[in-house]
């Protein structure tokens, strides 16, 4: 079975990994390719376009008969946690993202011949250090954190998302465009205190951790509100869901992709901080 794939958003965080991998494996599809909304998006984005190392397609996501038609198979933008999971459930973060699986499901279950792919990871290991989730104080002596220190976290490096993304996508894997599948990938899935175990043991010296309680977290994503610290606000239900369980993956599918060799936090953790 050979197929074309067309990549949207392939300038993004996982985007541009995604288009890297695919690249690397475009001997084994029929075509692939990016959609971009516009054939002019400025010079800027022009260049971030020029990067990409795939063909390009220009058509809007208005207008779906440039992108329905043909579609057999989906892969939503999710990447994180897994959607199934009680946590993301009535948190705002999640809204549209289950609102898209909502929408494929009702598409598959009236077609048999669709299928889709949900990637499901955690949280990615690097996207957590450089965005300093684990709220680092400057000397990186002490921490505040969102969250319990039993609760278990997975965590994926998103260079490995976008392998097994792509990998996923290989005849080999994706054995019929009708299939539905879940793929949970995990890098490392310890509880918080272990990543802070982790964390002291690469700093070389110990980090004094204060937890921040679900019940204070809805006052402080206020708090981000009325300050106007947008990015914080739109994280802050994100961060709960992750502190309180939404991020563990049980029975994850590493084994299934053994050309895969994923990254442990440990590893993410030394190159960031070496
Ligand atoms: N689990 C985790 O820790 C984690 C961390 C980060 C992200 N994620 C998830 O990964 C997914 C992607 O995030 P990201 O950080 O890679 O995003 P990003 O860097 O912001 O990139 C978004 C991409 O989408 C494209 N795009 C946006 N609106 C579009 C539209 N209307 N039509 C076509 N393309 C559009 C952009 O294209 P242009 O460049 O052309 O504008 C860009 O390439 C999200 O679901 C996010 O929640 C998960």
Redesign the pocket.
Known sequence: MTYSILL?????????RIATNLFKHRDQFKRVAF???TAD?GPE?EA??KAVPLPRLVG??EDPSSYHGGVKHFYP?????DLSRPEPQGESFFVH?LNVRKHLEDIVSRDSSKGFTYIM????SN??LSYNIFGLSGDKKSATFLGAPDTIITTTH?DD?ASVVALSLLPSHLKSLSDRRRIRLAGSTLTVSEYFSVLSKVLGHDIKVEYTSKEASYAIEQEHKEKGNTLMYILSPLLRALGFGG?VLEGVDNNSYPELKVKSFEEVAKSTFA
């Open positions: 949207i958003g392939a300038t993004g965080a996982i985007g541009s959609l971009t909304a998006g984005k971030r376009y809007s996501l933008a999710e990447y994180g946690m993202k990871v955690g949280m990615w996207w957590m998103a998302v991020s």
